[in-house]
């Protein structure tokens, strides 16, 4: 099998000739994270495709790019994201453009960014030709302020006024939530034609312990409208596999997921989210892909500790419908490269 042929063996719940490997679920520059010379082509199964920057995106990169990442606002790509919606995290009383609305009239007149521009096409194809010519599976995620639904209404709004808005003022959450449904329907539809194999929808409703909202608000206000992004994507390529992320604990929906089509979760962190009774619930036909090391492991841990957490999650897991990567984000100044290439080498040799 090459790789993508495994991914996607994976992913439809069977099992390949070894677990495939995975560092993340979005786009990412894999080779700045090693020393010269050691990051390998072939390391990963999977690769994801990047959005083209607008002309005023490319004109904040170049001015960002010779700073390192603000611990408060991230890298250069976040703060570029930032910039197109007006959502300013470095001064917290003007943080969310919509906090101040007082109408449903306020909200309509917010000028939504043109994520769905034609320049954002540009050269998609290209890039999931070159990866699937490699034999590597490509993936695709939505431009969007943090997440698709969830996320990018409360950065709008403000945590606690789009909170209220979900009880008291349903008809200005299901205006906002319209919109940026109808902007990632359109970005799922963009990628979709250009031939990704995995489109990953990002949108953080879980913290540790709970979600941040309950389960019933989720299924009215957010399971139909993520349905409808998956319909809208797989009218235009049926075979499209849908992965599913969100940090901490989400349990409770990952039947209501399966339902509406998706195929994998992400990233079923260890602290949170206990993988071995979600797979005895669902077995191999949703597919995990995550799963290995807590908050501070890639971190801290030894080379041999990421090691033993390998052959564990692939002893207690099973080989089908698993796809093996860091539960926590590893593109961080403080992650060894010695950490990362363990865990890379673990699951070729125990996979």
Not at 47 to 54: A, M
Not at 68 to 74: A, I, K, V, Y
Not at 300 to 319: H, K, M, N, Q, S
Request: glycine share 8%.
């Amino acid at each position: 099998m090459n790789a993508r042929e495994r991914l996607l063996t994976a992913l439809d719940g069977g099992e390949p000739d070894r677990v495939p490997r995975a560092l993340g679920f979005y786009h990412m520059d894999l080779e700045s994270l090693a020393p010269p010379g050691q990051y390998r082509d072939g390391a990963v199964d999977v690769r994801f495709v990047e959005f083209p920057l607008s002309p005023e995106e490319k004109a904040l990169d170049r001015l960002a790019s010779p700073f390192s990442p603000d611990t408060r606002l991230g890298s250069a790509t976040q703060v570029a994201t930032y910039a197109r919606w007006d959502y300013r995290p470095e001064t917290p009383e003007y943080r969310s453009p919509l906090a101040g609305a007082r109408s449903l009239d306020d909200l309509r007149r917010f000028p939504f960014p043109d994520v769905s521009a034609s320049y954002h096409a540009k050269g998609l194809a290209r890039q999931v030709q070159a990866l699937q010519a490699c034999g590597l599976a490509a993936g695709g995620n939505l431009p969007h302020l943090g997440g698709e639904l969830f996320e990018a209404a409360w950065r709008l709004r403000g945590l606690e006024n789009f909170l209220i808005d979900l009880i008291k003022r349903p008809a200005w959450a299901h205006f906002l939530l319209d919109r940026l449904t109808d902007l990632a329907r359109r970005n799922a539809e963009t990628l979709a034609r250009a031939g990704v194999d995995v489109l990953a929808l990002d949108d953080d409703v879980g913290m540790p312990g709970t979600m941040i909202i309950s389960p019933a608000t989720w299924r009215e206000f957010f399971k139909p409208r993520l349905a409808t992004i998956i319909q809208a994507a797989r009218a235009t390529k049926p075979d499209l596999r849908i992965l599913y992320h969100s940090d901490g604990y989400f349990e409770p929906i990952v039947g209501d997921l399966m339902e509406i089509g998706v195929n994998a979760i992400n990233p079923l962190q260890p602290d949170h989210m206990n993988a071995a009774r979600i797979r005895r619930r669902f077995g191999p036909r949703l597919a995990l892909w995550g799963t290995v090391g807590h908050h501070t492991t890639f971190s801290f841990a030894t080379p041999d500790d990421i090691r033993r957490e390998v052959r564990c999650r692939i002893e207690t897991l099973g080989r089908a419908g698993l796809i093996l990567c860091p539960a926590y984000d590893i593109d961080e100044p403080d992650i060894p490269w010695d950490n990362i290439a363990a865990f890379l080498d673990a699951v070729k040799a125990y996979g």
